[in-house]
């Protein structure tokens, strides 16, 4: 072997050869070569568009698909001027409901109840009147995945509000005579709207109607008389409910009543006396003065509506001057009234001598100071006072007139035109 670097004379030719430099030479190429490999290694690790290669037999994972369950919410989404009384139900398909609320920024959650098979939730009372509320609602779906919703409404905003107030009042116990009164605190353009809220049930039934005195009062009465102790049950269904011109109705109202012993008492102007009868019986008969020639009493069915122990007479109630002739103001004892012109049954021992014989009142009926207490003991609130002989007509709408209709005018007078039961 020769070393490196070591020059030598071929001993054929006689030629030098330098080995050192063969060997350099060599060298120089194989750390190229080194070199060219690492580079295109290393550009190789840096390269963003080579991948290392799928194991033969694997795929890469599909993306999931959507949840299955889908929830529906009634009133849909951003939904305006819905009714309070709208049932408000949220639903879901291919799952069952979770969590469910309806709330507003001003109360508190409206009461719902989730339906048993899961799937259906709804609202158990009515909401308010100009409010957004939220539904907010959560499901599990049949492929386990959890779904929810949010979505929003608002509800009408009326332009005022109407308040029905009712006559007779719960727990009372009245006469035959009277009427159901209802009073709204509003004037009702949409009268037949109004009376469709209000339900009038009886034992035994009856049929009876509605007149409308004026666009806020009405009353209700049957054909005939009411039978003696007859249960009476009026409900008004008019929160939610259009009355029309923005007018809704703000309250539902409910009363309960029982019609008592049927007590009538017949006034006979010309015999100048009176009769009472409790239930057809005759119980009693009594003198009277009625009203005289320019002060008639009003002829007709007068029905009790106020009993008062002590009452001031004042005649300028009924447009005469108390400086007039006949002007008068006076305290009277046992004074029942029978109507809103001014006309009373009450003691008024001042006439006792004409009693039974001329009528010399301003339109009341007199009797003794004995039958006064005697009435005020035993007439009540819707008894009977039949006044015969007399004139003018007493008005339907002066107290409760409403026996002085015919059926035919009193139907006339309803919005429906048709009795109810």
């Given at each position: 072997m020769v070393p490196v670097g070591v020059s030598r004379s071929d001993p054929a030719t006689g030629r030098r050869n330098t080995v050192s430099g063969l060997v350099r030479r060599g060298a120089v190429i194989t750390v190229l070569?080194?070199?060219?490999?690492?580079?295109?290694?290393?550009?190789?690790?840096?390269?963003?568009?080579?991948?290392?290669?799928?194991?033969?037999?694997?795929?890469?994972?599909?993306?999931?698909?959507?949840?299955?369950?889908?929830?529906?919410?009634?009133?849909?989404?951003?939904?305006?001027?819905?009714?309070p009384l709208t049932t408000i139900t949220v639903t879901v398909a291919k799952g069952k409901l979770g969590e469910v609320s309806v709330a507003s920024p001003q109360g508190a959650p409206v009461a719902g109840q989730l339906q048993p098979d899961s799937t259906t939730w709804k609202?158990?009372?009515?909401?308010?009147?100009?409010?957004?509320?939220?539904?907010?609602?959560?499901?599990?779906?049949?492929?386990?995945?959890?779904?929810?919703?949010?979505?929003?409404?608002?509800t009408i905003a009326p332009r005022t509000l109407a308040f029905p107030s009712i006559n007779p009042l719960n727990g009372e116990t009245v006469g035959v005579g009277?009427?159901?009164?209802?009073?709204?605190?509003?004037?009702?353009?949409?009268?037949?709207?109004?009376?469709?809220?209000?339900?009038?049930?009886?034992?035994?039934p009856v049929d009876g109607a509605f007149y409308w005195f004026s666009s806020k009062e009405l009353h209700w009465r049957p054909q005939q008389f009411w039978e003696p102790g007859t249960h009476v049950s009026v409900d008004i269904h008019d929160y939610g409910k259009d009355f029309g011109n923005g007018?809704?109705?703000e309250q539902d109202r409910t009363s309960n009543f029982t019609i008592g012993d049927a007590?009538?008492?017949?006034?006979?102007?010309?015999?100048?006396?009176?009769?009472?009868?409790?239930?057809?019986?005759?119980?009693?008969?009594?003198?009277?003065?009625?009203?005289?020639?320019?002060?008639?009493?009003?002829?007709?069915?007068?029905?009790?509506?106020?009993?008062?122990?002590?009452?001031?007479?004042d005649s300028t109630t009924f447009g005469l001057a108390l400086?007039?002739?006949?002007?008068?103001?006076?305290?009277?004892?046992?004074?029942?009234?029978?109507?809103n012109s001014g006309e009373f049954v009450h003691s008024a021992p001042w006439s006792v001598a004409q009693q039974g014989n001329s009528?010399?009142?301003?339109?009341?009926?007199?009797?003794?100071?004995?039958?006064?207490?005697?009435?005020?003991?035993?007439?009540?609130?819707?008894?009977?006072v039949d006044v015969q002989g007399g004139t003018p007509q007493l008005g339907i709408d002066d107290g409760y007139g409403a026996w002085n209709a015919s059926w035919s005018q009193w139907l006339a007078g309803s919005a429906l035109h048709q009795p109810t039961t």
């Open positions: 070569l080194v070199v060219g490999m690492l580079g295109a290694l290393l550009a190789g690790c840096n390269s963003s568009h080579i991948t290392a290669p799928t194991p033969a037999g694997h795929k890469a994972a599909p993306p999931l698909p959507p949840p299955v369950a889908v929830i529906t919410s009634d009133p849909a989404d951003q939904v305006a001027n819905v009714s609202t158990a009372e009515p909401l308010g009147y100009g409010k957004t509320y939220t539904i907010n609602a959560s499901a599990i779906g049949d492929d386990n995945r959890q779904v929810s919703s949010t979505s929003t409404f608002t009277q009427p159901i009164s209802v009073y709204f605190d509003e004037p009702i353009r949409d009268r037949q709207a109004a009376e469709n809220t209000i339900t009038v049930t009886t034992d035994p007018v809704y109705g007590f009538i008492a017949r006034a006979d102007g010309a015999a100048h006396q009176m009769t009472v009868e409790t239930n057809g019986r005759l119980v009693r008969t009594m003198p009277i003065s009625m009203g005289k020639l320019n002060t008639p009493s009003a002829k007709g069915v007068h029905v009790v509506t106020e009993r008062n122990a002590t009452k001031v007479m400086d007039a002739p006949g002007g008068y103001i006076a305290k009277v004892k046992w004074a029942t009234r029978i109507s009528n010399v009142s301003h339109g009341c009926i007199n009797v003794s100071m004995a039958q006064g207490i005697w009435l005020y003991q035993h007439l009540d609130i819707g008894d009977i």
